[in-house]
């Protein structure tokens, strides 16, 4: 499966996307607050069991180094971050929100110190989500030896000086609310998951 993974091209990923219908044009407000007339959707896509399982083939055939853990944020890298785990037969966990907003791991999950962890979401915009659940992993003493997605739109190379591993790089206009385009033509705003009109 390894070989036939490694013939996928960016191209064919943005295929994918388009063809479930998880990328998205207009007018969208982002979970950082910015405003960007792109969305992936990644739930539309990973709904479809074959895909999850072959992006987590693609992303895991790009990893050089032993993964002990792979870790992702709830709710959208759960279903790509297990895949991914196991693809590496990796054990998977997931962090949340507490009561106060704090990223955490629950449940009864650990991270047992200096094990190897591989932090996989399934787009990567600011890398705000990324670095919360760094820091829950480095407190609990694992080391992070990767970051992977479907998606990176980022802009970024790397985070905390590890290489983005991504099956996609778009580049999107992303605007601060008080400075959108969008927002000035009277184009209505959705929020992802919402098609209710929000200004």
Same mark, same amino acid.
């Given at each position: 499966?390894?070989?036939?993974?490694?013939?996928?091209?960016?191209?064919?990923?943005?295929?994918?996307?388009?063809?479930?219908?998880?990328?998205?044009?207009?007018?969208?407000?982002?979970?950082?607050?910015?405003?960007?007339?792109?969305?992936?959707?990644?739930?539309?896509?990973?709904?479809?069991?074959?895909?999850?399982?072959?992006?987590?083939?693609? *992303?895991?055939?790009?990893?050089?180094?032993?993964?002990?853990?792979? =870790?992702?944020?709830?709710? %959208? @890298?759960? +279903?790509? $971050?297990?895949?991914?785990?196991?693809?590496?037969?990796?054990?998977?966990?997931?962090?949340?929100?507490?009561?106060?907003?704090?990223?955490?791991?629950?449940?009864?999950?650990?991270?047992?110190?200096?094990?190897?962890?591989?932090?996989?979401?399934?787009? *990567?915009?600011?890398?705000?989500?990324?670095?919360?659940?760094?820091? =829950?992993?480095?407190?609990? %003493? @694992?080391? +992070?030896? $990767?970051?992977?997605?479907?998606?990176?739109?980022?802009?970024?190379?790397?985070?905390?000086?590890?290489?983005?591993?991504?099956?996609?790089?778009?580049?999107?206009?992303?605007?601060?609310?008080?400075?959108?385009?969008?927002?000035?033509?009277?184009?209505? *705003?959705?929020?992802?998951?919402?098609?209710?009109?929000?200004?």
């Amino acid at each position: 499966m390894q070989e036939k993974t490694q013939q996928y091209k960016e191209k064919d990923i943005y295929g994918i996307l388009e063809e479930t219908g998880a990328y998205l044009k207009g007018h969208f407000l982002l979970s950082s607050g910015l405003h960007s007339d792109t969305y992936i959707q990644c739930a539309k896509v990973l709904k479809y069991p074959k895909y999850a399982e072959l992006f987590g083939k693609l *992303i895991s055939s790009q990893v050089n180094s032993k993964i002990d853990y792979v =870790v992702s944020p709830a709710m %959208g @890298g759960i +279903i790509i $971050g297990y895949e991914v785990a196991k693809s590496l037969n990796a054990v998977f966990l997931f962090t949340e929100r507490n009561e106060n907003g704090e990223m955490m791991l629950r449940r009864e999950q650990n991270i047992e110190k200096g094990k190897n962890i591989l932090i996989v979401e399934d787009v *990567i915009t600011t890398g705000k989500s990324t670095l919360e659940v760094a820091n =829950v992993v480095k407190k609990l %003493g @694992g080391e +992070i030896t $990767g970051i992977g997605c479907i998606v990176n739109r980022s802009q970024k190379e790397d985070l905390l000086d590890k290489k983005i591993i991504s099956l996609l790089k778009v580049q999107a206009n992303v605007y601060p609310p008080e400075n959108c385009p969008l927002c000035e033509m009277g184009h209505e *705003i959705v929020k992802p998951g919402s098609r209710k009109k929000l200004l």
